[in-house]
């Protein structure tokens, strides 16, 4: 069913009995031309654009849990192309104008709100920090304004900018940056895949690779072996026990990144902001929760909840920044598995396996990256060649020295 | 999480520095690119216990090897970390 005003109209006058299910809910077939392990926002992304832009018809995603459940129902729904480094700029700009062209491609609202996406800078370096980055988003086609305080200072007045060792020097502001609603960018991409015959089987572990002469033939999985022509691996925190099943080891560390959201308050931050020191973004949800994250907790992890010091953390850079917040009361802190990279940037890219391919890596900046990951990988997977803006997410750029260490703090995952 | 220091006793984790996988111990020999690339950038990453490198940076600076369980966050045994690579313990 496409989704129109009329159908809102005709339902709503008819007790909302016309909706049916978006997706349906089919047996795993005995093989498939294409296999994506994970049903999370790219995996579902890259099954669409498998369809839809290289008319592959044969194509199963296999979910571990149920669509929406991982990392694309965790993050905290921020989207930006305010990047630093050639290989991270065309392809976040590329990533950029897919999303603002989604709700019309997926027939669906994914409640993009481009309300812009502002990074603080409190000292003259960091601010100088911001120029080059400014310059570069500029170079690249995409928007930046750079703010001396008292621009800032008219656009969010409720800062505090008089903080004794933080005070804000100015800014950046992307104005195409924003928010959008992740559960909806999930479901609005599973739709569109069913829609185009893609299987979505959920409730579907992958326990194993079926491997013969370097060459991928099929997955075991919780539901019985499925033979492949193609498998693709977008399983975002778990790549590494993935790969270790066909023998390979990566470039990725596992950690945990926490988030928190507070009670509903009455609107009040009308854009997306970044303190500049200690790591601290804070936006307000459709729903009035203020959502905030801060730093991973900085060591391994697959707990999916992290510790109490980077609670403390983000509380305290929130209430250095805003000190309004301090009256509100936290309802929720929740954890997801990030796969840091060891230069922080993600790997779109073959194995050493014939058929087989990864993406992965994607730290914690894997949500703004849905559209264009799932086109970049759909490329790759059907045409055995990169997509031009995501040409340098190479898996062996470690080995031949053509690092993306946007962060420039070398391989410390816990540090990018 | 608490770490309990040989020198210092259990402290808090905020008083420590993480670094990471405890193979960065073992530096290869020589300069082959494929040795210096497994060691710098290659991880087991695994699901249960993990060796790893913490630094008391808080306290007495000193370098310990870790053994943590890395889903539930429990610590199962900290030795120094110069004793791990001079084979002592």
Not at chain 1, 105 to 130: P, T
Request: proline share 3%.
């Amino acid at each position: 069913m496409r989704y129109s005003a009329l159908q809102i109209l005709k339902n709503g006058l008819t007790g909302n009995k016309g909706w049916k299910p978006v997706w349906r809910d089919p047996e795993p077939k005995k093989s498939y031309e294409v296999v994506i392990i994970g049903g999370g926002g790219h995996g579902l992304s890259t099954a669409y654009y498998l369809a839809k832009n290289y008319g592959v018809r044969n194509i199963a995603v296999l979910e571990k849990g149920y669509i929406g459940g991982g990392n694309v129902g965790r993050n905290t729904t921020i989207v930006r192309a305010n990047y630093l480094l050639d290989g991270n700029l065309e392809f976040y700009s590329h990533s950029l104008k897919l999303w603002e062209n989604l709700e019309a491609e997926l027939n669906y609202n994914v409640m993009l709100s481009q309300r812009g996406c502002l990074l603080l800078a409190h000292d003259d370096g960091q601010f100088d920090g911001l120029a080059r980055r400014g310059n570069a988003n500029l170079a690249t086609g995409d928007d930046a304004v750079l703010m001396g305080r008292e621009d800032v200072r008219n656009f969010v007045p409720y800062l505090n900018f008089d903080d004794a060792r933080f005070p804000i020097r100015g800014g950046l502001l992307q104005r195409t940056g924003g928010t959008a609603r992740h559960d909806a960018v999930a479901w609005g991409y599973a739709r569109g895949a069913d829609m185009q015959g893609v299987d979505l089987i959920q409730n579907c572990e992958v326990t194993g690779f079926k491997i013969a002469g370097g060459k991928v033939l099929g997955v075991e999985t919780s539901r019985g072996y499925i033979g492949a022509g193609k498998v693709g691996m977008s399983v975002a925190g778990r790549t590494s026990q993935v790969a270790e099943m066909a023998g390979m080891r990566l470039p990725i560390e596992s950690h945990v990144l926490q988030a928190f959201v507070t009670e509903a308050v009455k609107p009040v931050i009308d854009t997306v902001i970044s303190f500049g020191m200690g790591h601290f973004y804070i936006s307000q949800s459709d729903k009035g929760g203020l959502v905030f994250g801060g730093d991973i907790d900085a060591y391994n992890s697959y707990a999916q909840r992290g510790n109490l010091p980077m609670v403390e953390h983000a509380a305290e850079a929130g209430m250095a920044l805003m000190p309004m917040i301090g009256k509100a009361r936290m309802l929720r802190s929740w954890g997801g598995i990030m796969d840091m990279s060891m230069d922080g940037a993600p790997i779109i890219d073959k194995t050493p396996v014939d058929g087989l391919f990864l993406n992965g890596g994607w730290c914690y900046g894997g949500f703004k990256a849905t559209p264009a990951a799932g086109e970049a990988f759909a490329h790759l997977m059907a045409t055995g060649s990169k997509a031009e803006f995501a040409s340098k997410f190479n898996l062996n750029r470690f080995e031949t020295g053509h690092l993306l260490d946007d962060e420039g703090t070398g391989a410390r995952p816990n540090k990018h | 999480m608490r770490i309990t220091c040989p020198y210092c006793g259990a402290r808090d984790s905020r008083e420590f520095e993480y670094l990471g996988s405890a193979k960065l111990l073992e530096r290869p020999e020589g300069d082959a690119v494929a040795d210096f690339h497994d060691y710098v950038y290659l991880r087991e990453n695994p699901t249960g216990e993990n060796a790893e490198l913490w630094q008391h940076v808080l306290g007495c600076s000193a370098w310990l090897h870790v053994l943590r369980n890395v889903t539930t966050h429990e610590i199962l045994d900290v030795k120094l970390a110069s004793d791990v690579r001079e084979g002592k313990v």
